[in-house]
C-alpha cells in the first residue's frame, strides 16, 4: 500500500477507537529517546476529512504530547480501513507489548471486520492453529467479551460450548475456572459408576438419594450406619451379605471428595450373616466410647456435688486428686500430709477428670476387628481407681471389668469378644 510522508500539527490527529491497547506503558522515557521532538519510526495515519485518523502509533504521539510537540512526520495512507488498522497496532514490534486482554481485543476487532486467518497471523506473528483456535473459540460469542488470549486457549480445551462460555467470561480466573470444570467432570463420571454399581447390585432408585441426607435421618428413620462409597468395588464390598433392597445411600455434602454414605434397615444389619467381625468391632468400639464419655461425666458430676457438700468426702478426693497432681508417691500415705502441700479447687480437678479419663483411651485401626489401648489408658485406670478408693460409683450399666479392661489388653479383648458375640 502507498503512502505519503508527510509533516502534520499533532492537534490534527485522530485516536483510533479500534486500538486494543488501554495501557500505554511509561510514555515518559519513551519521550526521552525522541530526536528532536519526535520519533524516528513515524506514526501511521489516513486522511479523516481535514484532519488524521491514527492508526499505529498511540504511545509515540501520546509522547509528543508530553514534549509538547506541535508537528510532526506521518506516513499518511490514501484511506482508512479500521481492519488495517488493527493489523497495525498488534503487527509493531517496536512499541509496548500488548498484553493478554488487550490481545484478545484486538482479535476481537479483526473477526468484527472479517479479516483472514492469514491476516491475522501476519498481525499477531502467531502461527497459523492458534489462529484459527482463536477463530473457532471467539466466533461462538454473541458480541464481544472482556477476555484474555489465555483464557480463550483454556476454553478451547473443552467441547462443550458452555464450559467454553465459563472459562471466557472468567476472565483473569480462567484457569482456576478449567480446573473447576474438569473436577465437576471427574466427579459427575465417578458418580454415574457409583450409581450403576449401586442399582446392579439391586438397590433402589428411590433409596439413592444425590440429596443431603436429613440430620439424624438414620435415627428417625431406623437405620444403621455401614459406612462410605467412594469407588463402585466399595459397593460390592460394603453391601455383601446384606439384603440390597432394605440399603439407603445418601450423597454426602463434602467438598473434599467424592463418597455415598450408606446405612442399612436395623433389622436387617442385626440379624445378617452379612454383619462381618470388622462391623460388630466397630459397634464394640462405640460402645466402649459411650462407656467411658460417661463414666467421666458421671466422676465430675460426683465431684461437683462433694465440692458442695464441702464434706469429708471432698478432702479424700481432694487428698487423692493431689497425690496424682503432684506425684506425690504411695496411695496409703498420710492423706492429712498430702492435702496440707496443695488445695487443687474445683475447676482444676475437674479438668484433670476430663483430661485423664477421656473417651480416647481405645482406638481401633482402620478395617481391622481389634479394639487397642493407648498410651493414655493406664493414666486413666488409675485415676478410675483413685475415685473409686475415694467413695465414687461408675455410672450403672457400665462393666465392672472396664477399669481392669484400661490396664490390661487381654482383658479388653475378653471383653470386646463377648461384645461383638452378642451382637452378632
Given at each position: 500500500?502507498?503512502?505519503?510522508v508527510?509533516?502534520?500539527?499533532l492537534g ?20 526521552a ?22 492508526f499505529?502509533?498511540?504511545r509515540r ?14 506516513n ?11 493489523i ?11 498484553d493478554?486482554?488487550e490481545?484478545?481485543q484486538?482479535f ?10 492469514e ?10 492453529e ?11 460469542s454473541?458480541?464481544?467479551?472482556q477476555t484474555?488470549?489465555g ?6 480445551a473443552?467441547d462443550?460450548?458452555?464450559d467454553r462460555?465459563r472459562v471466557l467470561e472468567a476472565?483473569?480466573?480462567a484457569?482456576?475456572e478449567a480446573m ?7 466427579t459427575?463420571?465417578a ?7 449401586l442399582r446392579?447390585?439391586g ?6 438419594s ?10 428417625e428413620?431406623?437405620l444403621?450406619f ?22 439407603a445411600v445418601?450423597?454426602?455434602d463434602?467438598?473434599?471428595e467424592?463418597?455415598?454414605l450408606?446405612y ?6 442385626g ?14 468400639y462405640?460402645r466402649l466410647?459411650l462407656w ?5 461425666k458421671?466422676?465430675?458430676a460426683w ?10 468426702k471432698?478432702t ?6 493431689c ?21 487443687p479447687s ?10 485423664t479419663i477421656n473417651?480416647r483411651v481405645?482406638y481401633?485401626p482402620?478395617?481391622?476387628?481389634r479394639?487397642?489401648i493407648n ?6 485406670a488409675?485415676?478410675?481407681q483413685?475415685l473409686?478408693?475415694?467413695g465414687w ?7 465392672v471389668?472396664l477399669?481392669?479392661?484400661l ?7 475378653s471383653l470386646?469378644?463377648?461384645m461383638?458375640e452378642?451382637?452378632?
Amino acid at each position: 500500500m502507498q503512502y505519503e510522508v508527510m509533516e502534520v500539527a499533532l492537534g490534527d490527529i485522530r485516536f483510533n477507537e479500534n486500538n486494543p491497547r488501554r495501557d500505554m506503558g511509561d510514555l515518559e522515557t519513551l519521550a526521552a529517546s525522541f530526536t528532536d521532538g519526535e520519533p524516528i519510526i513515524p506514526p501511521i495515519v489516513a486522511r479523516d476529512g481535514s484532519a488524521y485518523r491514527l492508526f499505529d502509533g498511540e504511545r509515540r504521539v501520546r509522547a509528543m504530547q508530553l514534549l509538547g510537540t506541535e508537528r510532526c512526520h506521518v506516513n499518511v495512507y490514501p484511506s482508512f480501513v479500521a481492519a488495517e488498522a488493527a493489523i497495525a497496532s498488534m503487527a509493531t514490534n517496536l512499541k509496548k507489548s500488548l498484553d493478554s486482554t488487550e490481545q484478545a481485543q484486538g482479535f476481537q476487532t479483526m473477526l468484527e471486520y472479517d479479516l483472514s486467518d492469514e491476516d491475522m497471523r501476519r498481525a499477531t506473528g502467531m502461527d497459523m492453529e492458534k489462529v484459527r483456535t482463536v477463530r473457532r473459540v471467539l466466533g461462538e460469542s454473541d458480541g464481544a467479551v472482556q477476555t484474555s488470549l489465555g483464557a480463550i486457549f483454556e476454553a478451547a480445551a473443552f467441547d462443550d460450548p458452555d464450559d467454553r462460555r465459563r472459562v471466557l467470561e472468567a476472565g483473569v480466573y480462567a484457569e482456576r475456572e478449567a480446573m473447576t470444570i474438569r473436577r465437576e467432570k471427574r466427579t459427575a463420571k465417578a458418580r454415574e459408576k457409583i450409581l450403576a454399581a449401586l442399582r446392579k447390585l439391586g438397590v433402589p432408585d428411590e433409596r439413592i438419594s444425590d440429596g443431603q441426607k436429613p440430620a439424624d435421618a438414620e435415627k428417625e428413620m431406623g437405620l444403621e450406619f455401614l459406612g462410605y462409597i467412594r469407588k463402585p468395588k466399595d459397593a460390592k464390598e460394603l453391601l455383601d451379605g446384606f439384603d440390597a433392597e432394605k440399603v439407603a445411600v445418601w450423597l454426602s455434602d463434602s467438598s473434599w471428595e467424592l463418597s455415598y454414605l450408606t446405612y442399612v434397615d436395623a433389622d436387617e444389619f442385626g440379624r445378617s450373616a452379612g454383619v462381618v467381625a470388622e462391623r460388630r468391632t466397630k459397634l464394640a468400639y462405640e460402645r466402649l466410647q459411650l462407656w467411658m464419655a460417661r463414666a467421666r461425666k458421671g466422676a465430675i458430676a460426683w465431684y461437683v456435688g462433694a465440692y458442695e457438700q464441702s464434706g469429708s468426702k471432698f478432702t479424700r478426693i481432694n487428698t487423692k486428686v493431689c497425690k496424682a497432681r503432684r506425684g506425690v508417691p504411695g496411695i496409703d500415705e498420710d492423706l492429712a500430709a498430702i492435702f496440707s502441700v496443695s488445695r487443687p479447687s474445683m475447676y482444676e480437678v475437674c479438668e484433670w477428670i476430663g483430661n485423664t479419663i477421656n473417651t480416647r483411651v481405645f482406638y481401633k485401626p482402620w478395617n481391622e476387628s481389634r479394639i487397642l489401648i493407648n498410651g493414655q489408658a493406664k493414666a486413666a485406670a488409675e485415676a478410675w481407681q483413685m475415685l473409686e478408693a475415694a467413695g465414687w460409683v461408675a455410672p450403672e450399666g457400665t462393666p465392672v471389668v472396664l477399669p481392669a479392661a484400661l490396664a490390661s489388653q487381654d482383658t479388653l479383648d475378653s471383653l470386646v469378644e463377648g461384645m461383638t458375640e452378642e451382637r452378632a
